[in-house]
């Protein structure tokens, strides 16, 4: 059985040479930049999904009723060539109305809006890759006065839902977008798909692990460099 190191050994040293590495950082969308879901809960938009679903002539299953991502997914691939298919789009809509009101009380994670701001400050391009709507996205970053640091780098999900990670797809918008060479970006996700999408574009990973199941799912997916605050990553964008 393989072992991996724990988040505490990824020390300070560590940070910044991950950070001098990267010439552009990229930020999954929900947990490394903000909790979407924090206020309008996520198994509450599953919930406004599985009710649309079921109101359907044709009603594929759901893995997962809790997941709104993963009910998204299985409707695209249930009716992936068929004339349904454009009960895709509109699943996808829907979805996106609820990340809509969901950013309206969606909280920063700590340190996320200084980390941003000093990273760019220190001349690091940043990129959002995200299986969140883009125009969601767009429309927490101005809210939060982020959007000039990110400019037209916000890659979120694609009008074909199974592009999304752990398909590499926004992340490889991401580099041609930023011009960044793969091995000069650094990625910062709290999933296994992020890592995997990371991974399968060639891309760097520091995994953001608040708590112990995060770290305990990163780990058993490979992940070695792990942090459970962004503050020390903020300390360490000081120096680079």
Request: aromatic content about 6%; some cysteine.
């Amino acid at each position: 059985m393989t072992s991996h190191p724990s988040p505490g050994t990824t020390t300070a040293d560590t940070l910044k040479e991950l950070l001098a590495a990267a010439h552009c950082v990229l930020f999954d969308f929900d947990g490394p930049l903000t909790a979407v879901f924090g206020g309008h809960k996520a198994t509450e938009v599953a919930a406004a999904l599985t009710a649309r679903i079921a109101s359907w002539p044709r009603a594929p299953e759901v893995t997962d009723g809790s997941d709104p991502m993963q009910v998204l997914l299985d409707v695209a691939y249930a009716f992936e060539g068929s004339e349904h298919d454009h009960r895709v789009a509109e699943l996808d809509k829907l979805l996106a109305d609820q990340e809509a009101i969901a950013i309206t009380s969606a909280r920063p994670t700590p340190y996320a809006d200084s980390l941003v701001r000093r990273l760019v400050a220190r001349g690091r391009s940043v990129a959002v890759t995200t299986n969140n709507s883009a125009t969601a996205v767009l429309g927490y970053l101005e809210l939060r006065g982020l959007a000039v640091c990110f400019g037209p780098h916000v890659h979120g999900r694609a009008a074909d839902p199974r592009l999304m990670k752990p398909h590499p797809s926004c992340v490889q918008e991401a580099i041609r977008s930023t011009a960044a060479a793969p091995g000069r970006c650094l990625m910062i996700g709290d999933s296994p798909r992020d890592y995997e999408a990371a991974s399968a574009a060639g891309v760097a990973f520091l995994g953001y692990a608040r708590n112990t199941r995060k770290q305990r799912r990163l780990a058993e997916a490979g992940v070695v460099h792990m942090v459970d605050s962004l503050a020390p990553l903020f300390e360490a964008a000081a120096a680079v």
